[in-house]
């Protein structure tokens, strides 16, 4: 399922990432690799405020929904 779908709070492990070349290597460059584990800030209309490694980032929910969890 597409990280959109994680509630606030929770803690997740990702299992894929999908998109051109170019999208997943800007995701993987964020720390957004297979395996990594992610915890959903908060979500605001569909875009997410994730911690993944040691930094918070944002997310727009197209970008969101190419990573699987």
């Given at each position: 399922?597409?990280l959109?779908?994680?509630?606030?709070?929770?803690?997740?492990?990702?299992?894929?990432?999908?998109?051109?070349?170019e999208?997943?290597?800007?995701?993987?460059?964020?720390?957004?690799?297979?395996?990594?584990?992610?915890?959903?800030?908060?979500d605001?209309?569909?875009?997410?405020?994730?911690?993944?490694?040691?930094?918070?980032?944002?997310?727009?929910?197209?970008?969101?929904?190419?990573?699987?969890?």
């Amino acid at each position: 399922m597409p990280l959109t779908m994680a509630s606030p709070g929770e803690a997740v492990t990702i299992r894929k990432i999908t998109g051109r070349d170019e999208v997943r290597q800007h995701l993987a460059e964020l720390g957004f690799v297979v395996g990594q584990d992610v915890t959903v800030v908060s979500d605001l209309g569909g875009n997410l405020i994730v911690h993944v490694k040691e930094s918070r980032v944002a997310l727009d929910g197209a970008m969101a929904n190419r990573v699987l969890i």
